[in-house]
T-cell receptor, first 113, second 116 residues
């Protein structure tokens, strides 16, 4: 069974640009969550999608957005990049219910210069 | 203050020693997850606890959940260099009609170093 796949693994962007990250969850999983990890703030929840609907949202500005497709694959987009957006972005997948195991991908390293 | 506090923040032990990492919540726990991370990589799932008093083990790692104290502990027996890494606890802290199980709040992590 394939794990959670994130692409790209590494990318460098310039301030003001936008970026799209992709996540393919484990087959059969309907919930995909996104997290931002930085040395200063640790792991912070961005949002969760369940069956193509945003079910939970963290405290991030509107520049951060996401979507989920009918095959459960998800994308997150960050517009008007700032230097502070440099981080490891992690995607997690699960069945979305109580007691379900939540699996994480390897992450996408974003550097904003 | 943090909703989920981990202690200690870092730990250095000699190979073969036992160690414990704690995770304390300021809110009701609806699920508690333990992960291990190598720097710059993804999170590796270790264990998930949901019921008070629950205890799970995998190889030399045991996790317990104390519902009354809103606390979980992760215990490693006879540590090995392969146990080195960052240990993270993540929790479901809300139960909005069963729709919050995809949202985890994380502690700040515990950096474990094991000297051979």
């Amino acid at each position: 069974k394939a794990g959670v796949t994130q692409t790209p693994r590494y990318l460098i962007k310039t301030r003001g640009q936008q970026v799209t990250l992709s996540c393919s969850p484990i087959s059969g999983h309907r919930s995909v969550s996104w997290y931002q990890q930085t040395p200063g703030q640790g792991l912070q929840f961005l949002f969760e999608y369940f069956s193509e609907t945003q079910r939970n949202k963290g405290n991030f500005p509107g520049r951060f957005s996401g979507r989920q497709f009918s095959n459960s694959r998800s994308e997150m987009n960050v517009s008007t990049l700032e230097l502070g957006d440099s981080a490891l972005y992690l995607c997690a997948s699960s069945n979305g219910g109580s007691g379900n195991t939540i699996y994480f991908g390897e992450g996408s390293w974003l550097t904003v210069v | 203050s943090q909703e989920l506090e981990q202690s200690p923040q870092s730990l250095i032990v000699q190979e073969g020693k036992n160690l414990t990492i704690n995770c304390t919540s300021s809110k009701t726990l609806y699920g508690l997850y333990w992960y291990k991370q190598k720097y710059g990589e993804g999170l590796i799932f270790l264990m998930m606890l949901q019921k008070g008093g629950e205890e799970k083990s995998h190889e030399k790692i045991t996790a317990k959940l104390d519902e009354k104290k809103q606390q979980s502990s992760l215990h490693i027996t006879a540590s090995q260099p392969s146990h080195a890494g960052i240990y993270l606890c993540g929790a479901v802290l809300t139960n909005a009609g069963g729709t919050s199980y995809g949202k985890l709040t994380f502690g700040q992590g515990t950096i474990l170093t094991v000297h051979p």
